[in-house]
Structure formats: structure tokens, C-alpha cells
């Protein structure tokens, strides 16, 4: 994504602040150790209220590159510094894998729901960021209305409501849709399921990136399909070039991709490559499906374009949900199948009839009503924070050949570790100290990334995350070197 300017109108003006020193930090201007200009002297320079100066250094505090000195001023944290380098291009053998990760998935699932395991598992954002008390209102209010008809269950596009605000919510982000081109469905996991049933069958080959999202392999394996990963950068995600070169040798009937804040590189495509991607596939008359199930959750505002705006005749079909904005548990989501519209309705109709209705009625009213910006503008802080604390800690007590990415949105991190760390082992000994992870194996469906993590940051950063953190370093330094077997003997 081209860097946005920081003069951005849509942002507030403490936004646009943030956004010029942490520029300017990153880059060595305002150097580790050095002061920020004195608040007095910014409010004279930049025709600002003071209070606007104090709330942008307040979030750059928050985000750890700087801290405030008692009767002195606001400095360059000292450990930025020590930030790990990024990972690089990815490089998966191009051959067509068949998927089997769900039993340790299940695994997987059963370790990180424990409650008194620090989260740091599964890419959930904490209870108390998600805005669930107002949703549960509105479902409280959806169960004793009575303006739903029930006939509405045998409507498998969902209730038009809902698909309204999806049609007035995507515009902005480049997409003309009217609500007869949307369908609801129970989350963002039956939308894909049907997308790929809709266009694929069992056996056929679909490629995703490397590393990818693990549900999205469960969901190729549970259809049959198999899986080509394609090499993907950590910055700008799908090398369209790499995709192009291996279409020419497979026949590759779906092209599944995140192209904004991707799970778990956190990386957005090019607006070029954007176009290049639909460009190339519109030729082949091969159907993308985009999951942008991060898509809004931008630390810079606006949020990018969805995929589907290159998109003229109807081979993106665009998949997300509201489990990472609103609440996981309504388990609701959309699909627009462009011209896929009619098979991918008559999945829904095998696959689960339609979606419960007093769920989508309370989404569609909490959108209505505007509490969905406040709720998405709150989370995005706490993230971007988080997110900041998580890679300067890396840089703390990680060993330093890790590698980490640097999302500009969501809330993951992809952390490349010593070549010789073995990942699951990490998992486990994490585990029985109370931290869960999720290890880079469960993103390929080729047995790769055995040395590397997806880190959940959706949380508040605080003494038990940062302990979690500690104790991950510690770990890591331990599996990159163990004690010889000599000393053992000597012990
Ligand atoms: C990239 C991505 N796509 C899809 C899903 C599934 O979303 P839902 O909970 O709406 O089924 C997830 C969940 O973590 C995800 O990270």
C-alpha cells in the first residue's frame, strides 16, 4: 500500500500527528534518547492546541516510542533500537498439497480456549474491546421484536436490513453493491465454504498464499480440494508474478487471498498488484475469492479499497464477517459472489438453509445507529498499541536473528525465530507455563514455517502480556541453544 499521506483529511488532527513523528522516529530524525519538540514550542509552530500535542504524544507513549520525563518532556524510548529485522519473501515448493492439519487443529482449539492461559493463541481481540454489551442490547430488543417475519427463514440471502448497511459500508471502500448482491451467512468460514463449493470440487487445485490463514486450509481439506501456495511477501503480500508463472503448469481453478492486513503476515497488496491480480485471473477466467476479514481494521484511515473494485466482470467473490469488529459468538458474515451469485445460493441452501435472523437483525440496527465506527476507531488504538509494545519486546528478549513483521493493521504478528527453534516445541513448553501460541506449521498445508509463530496482539498491553512476552524470549533463547550434552553429563 503506497504510505499514506499523514495530511489525510479524514483523520482527527492528533492522528496526523502521530502519524508525522512516528514517521520521523522510525526514520532516525527524532533519534533513542533525543527529545521531542517541547509542547509550547509545537503550539506555536503548528497552529495547534496544546491539548491536541499532549493527546499525540500520549498514543506515541502508548505505542512505546516514547516516554514522558516528570518536569521535562516527552523522549525517544532507548529500546526502539533493538527492533528485529523483517521476514522475507516467502519461497513454498510449487506443488499441489492435499491438507491435513485438523486433528492437531482441534488440538489447537482445545489448548488456547482455557481461561487462564494468557491469549496470545488464537486471533481473538479481549472481550472487553469488542463492543458486545450494546450488541447484546440490540439482541436482546431483536428477540422480543416482532418485525421479522419467520417466513424470513426460507430466505438463504439473509435479511435485507443487514445487506443494506453491507451495500452503504463497502461504497466508500471503491464497491458499488446493491443489497441483491450480498448474502448473509454464518460467518466468514461458511462464506468461503461455499465460494470454494460454488466454484471448485473435490480434488481441484486452489492457491492461497504462503504463509496462509490455517482455517482457510481446513476448509480446502474438509471439500477435498488441495492447496498451492504461492511465494508471498511479508510487506506486500501475493507476488502475482510468482502466480502467473505457475498458472502456465497447473490447472488452478481458484485463487484464494487476503489482500488488506492478512492473517498472519498483516501485509496489504499494492493497489497495482491489485489490479494486476484481478487482471490476470479475469483473463484465465479463474474466480478470486478475497477474505477481508481484517480489511477495516486500519491503523490508517481510510482503509484500503477492497480487491473487487478492479473487479468488472464478476470473478471476485468478497467474503468477511463481523467476528473481528463486532463479537466472534453471533457468527455472522457476508458474501458477494459477483457472477457466481446463483451457485454459491444454492450452496447455502445444502450447506445451512439461512442464517439466524435476530443476530443479523441486531448487527444491521448497531450499524444503523453509528456505534460501528466508535467501536472499529477504539479497537484500531489499542491494536496499532499493542502491536508496537509486541515487536519492541521481541526486539527485548528475543534472540537477535528474529525476525518480526510491521502490520499496518489487525492485530497479529508473524515472528520468525532462530533457524534451529523447532516452533511446536515452543507451543508446548509455552503452554505449560500459561501462554498460548499458535506455531507457523498450522499455516502451511506443506509442513513449512517449523521455526516461526503467529502472535495474537488484539489485547491490552499490560504486566501479564509483557511477562508472556518475557517468557517466550526465554523459551526461544533455551530451544536456539541447548545445553551440550557434555554439560548434561557433567550435571
Ligand atoms: C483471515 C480469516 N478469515 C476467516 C476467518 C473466519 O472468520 P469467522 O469467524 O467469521 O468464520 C478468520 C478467523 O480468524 C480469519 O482470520
Same mark, same amino acid.
Given at each position: 500500500m503506497p504510505p499514506k499521506s499523514s495530511?489525510?483529511?479524514?483523520?482527527f488532527r492528533y492522528e496526523q500527528l502521530v502519524c508525522e513523528l512516528s514517521g520521523l522516529i522510525r526514520a532516525g530524525t527524532f533519534a533513542p534518547g533525543e527529545r521531542l519538540p517541547s509542547v509550547r514550542k509545537l503550539k506555536q509552530q503548528k497552529k495547534i492546541s496544546a491539548t491536541t500535542i499532549l493527546q499525540a504524544y500520549r498514543l506515541l507513549e502508548d505505542q512505546g516510542l516514547v516516554e514522558a520525563k516528570p518536569q521535562s518532556g516527552f523522549y525517544v524510548r532507548p529500546q526502539i533500537f533493538m527492533q528485529p529485522n523483517r521476514p522475507r519473501l516467502t519461497e513454498p515448493r510449487s506443488n499441489p498439497c492435499e491438507v491435513d492439519i485438523s486433528d492437531f487443529l482441534l488440538e489447537f482449539f482445545d489448548s488456547v480456549s482455557c481461561s487462564s492461559i494468557v491469549p496470545l493463541g488464537a486471533a481473538i481481540p479481549a472481550g472487553d474491546l469488542l463492543p458486545r454489551e450494546k450488541i447484546y442490547g440490540f439482541l436482546a430488543a431483536a428477540a422480543r421484536s416482532k418485525a421479522v417475519d419467520p417466513k424470513h427463514y426460507v430466505c438463504p440471502r439473509g435479511i435485507r436490513a443487514l445487506r443494506h448497511q453491507i451495500a452503504r459500508r463497502v461504497y466508500p471502500r471503491g464497491v458499488n453493491l446493491t443489497d441483491d448482491d450480498i448474502m448473509i451467512t454464518c460467518g466468514a468460514t461458511e462464506a468461503i465454504t461455499l465460494c470454494l463449493s460454488a466454484v471448485a470440487k473435490a480434488g481441484d487445485v486452489i492457491a492461497v498464499e504462503s504463509p496462509t490463514y490455517f482455517g482457510t486450509l481446513q476448509i480446502i481439506e474438509c471439500l477435498g480440494m488441495r492447496a498451492l501456495e504461492i511465494p508471498t511477501c511479508?510487506?506486500?503480500?501475493?507476488q502475482v508474478t510468482s502466480l502467473e508463472r505457475i498458472m502456465q503448469h497447473n490447472d488452478i481453478k481458484a485463487v484464494l487471498v487476503q489482500p488488506s492486513f492478512h492473517n498472519p503476515l498483516g501485509c496489504v497488496m499494492p493497489e497495482a498488484d491489485r489490479a494486476d491480480l484481478v487482471a490476470l485471473c479475469t483473463r484465465h477466467q479463474v474466480p478470486i475469492i478475497e477474505d477481508d476479514l481484517y480489511g477495516e481494521l486500519s491503523f490508517e484511515a481510510p482503509p484500503p479499497d477492497l480487491l473487487k473494485k478492479h473487479d468488472r466482470d464478476g470473478w471476485v467473490l468478497t467474503c468477511s464477517s *463481523? =467476528?473481528?469488529?463486532?463479537?466472534?459468538?453471533?457468527r455472522i458474515g457476508w458474501v458477494a459472489p459477483g457472477r457466481f451469485f446463483r451457485q454459491v445460493q444454492r450452496a447455502k441452501l445444502g450447506h445451512s438453509l439461512a442464517t439466524a435472523i435476530p443476530q443479523q437483525q441486531a448487527i444491521a440496527e448497531f450499524m444503523r445507529k453509528g456505534g460501528y465506527d466508535h467501536a472499529i476507531r477504539r479497537m484500531r488504538r489499542v491494536f496499532c498499541a499493542s502491536l508496537s509494545r509486541a515487536i519492541q519486546a521481541i526486539g527485548e528478549w528475543f534472540p537477535p536473528e528474529t525476525k518480526a513483521t510491521r502490520p499496518l493493521g489487525g492485530f497479529v504478528l508473524w515472528v520468525e525465530l532462530p533457524a534451529e527453534v523447532n516452533a511446536m516445541c515452543l507451543y508446548r513448553e509455552a503452554l505449560d507455563r500459561g501462554v498460548s501460541i499458535a506455531p507457523?506449521?498450522? *499455516? =502451511?498445508?506443506?509442513?513449512?514455517?517449523?521455526?516461526h509463530i503467529r502472535l495474537n496482539c488484539?489485547?491490552?498491553?499490560?504486566t501479564r502480556v509483557e511477562n508472556a512476552f518475557k517468557t517466550l524470549g526465554h523459551l526461544t533463547h533455551e530451544l536456539a541453544n541447548p545445553p551440550s550434552e557434555d554439560l548434561l553429563v557433567a550435571n
Open positions: 495530511d489525510d483529511p479524514a483523520r511479508p510487506t506486500e503480500g501475493i *463481523f =467476528s473481528k469488529t463486532l463479537t466472534p459468538e453471533l507457523g506449521r498450522l *499455516f =502451511s498445508a506443506d509442513d513449512q514455517y517449523n521455526n488484539g489485547v491490552h498491553w499490560d
